[in-house]
């Protein structure tokens, strides 16, 4: 039981930012007047398709361990309390501005409407992918856990890839949802999005384990 309800809370603590970020790099452009970073249609593709690869996955994570030590929580307790009200705004803002600013920076390089768009679904979506990883365990570090104990976190991961690797450059994709091909270089930039929201998540875990050990008897 323990197991299925802190899953539970993993699956909301990782959509609640993803969605959030994507609202607040529209509200972003819509405050400053600027293009959409985003099309509502790239939206729709972004929710249907990080759902199913990438938040699933979490369900199959294992317990933790020292699951059985913890005290029991309270029966009216919320799923979403303070801190993970704060860490959700906080990783919203974070997403939104890694889309936005990539949009931005390559509208600054005179890159078309679609690559920029493409860069800044992309750079969504490896952000998701980085905090996927970090929301494994909102307590431990992810080597606490076993880098390699959920299987579906690597295989939704990589097929995630694939399909925005597909998103990018298939012809077919950039008719429906209005992309363009864009240089191999931005992967890298990409890449090191991901890793930021990943590293930054994981950084949060370690203050906040700190803390909790700081306030224990005997500390």
């Avoid at 609202?23 to 939206?43: C, D, K, N, R, Y």
């Avoid at 979403?80 to 974070?94: E, Y």
């Avoid at 950039?174 to 994981?202: C, D, I, K, R, Y």
Wanted: some cysteine.
């Amino acid at each position: 039981g323990r197991g299925v309800y802190d899953n539970l809370v993993k699956f909301v603590a990782w959509t609640l930012p993803t969605n959030g970020g994507e609202g607040m790099v529209l509200l972003a452009a819509i405050l400053l007047g600027t293009e959409l970073p985003v099309l509502p249609v790239q939206l729709l593709w972004i929710n249907m398709v990080t759902a199913v690869l990438l938040g699933v996955a979490l369900v199959f994570e294992p317990k933790e361990p020292g699951l059985m030590q913890r005290p029991p929580r309270k029966v009216d307790a919320p799923i979403l309390d303070a801190a993970l009200g704060i860490r959700t705004v906080l990783v919203s803002l974070l997403i939104g501005g890694l889309a936005f600013g990539i949009f931005e920076w390559a509208e600054e390089l005179h890159l078309s409407h679609p690559q920029a768009r493409t860069l800044a679904v992309n750079a969504i979506v490896v952000a998701e992918v980085g905090y996927l990883f970090a929301c494994r365990s909102l307590r431990l570090p992810l080597w606490r856990i076993g880098l390699g104990s959920n299987k579906w976190v690597w295989l939704g991961s990589g097929a995630m890839l694939l399909t925005q690797l597909g998103f990018t450059y298939l012809p077919v994709m950039n008719t429906l949802l209005h992309t363009a091909p864009v240089p191999a270089w931005w992967w890298l930039v990409l890449s090191g999005m991901g890793a930021l929201v990943f590293v930054l998540a994981e950084a949060k875990k370690l203050v906040a384990g700190l803390k909790r050990r700081a306030t224990l008897p005997g500390s």
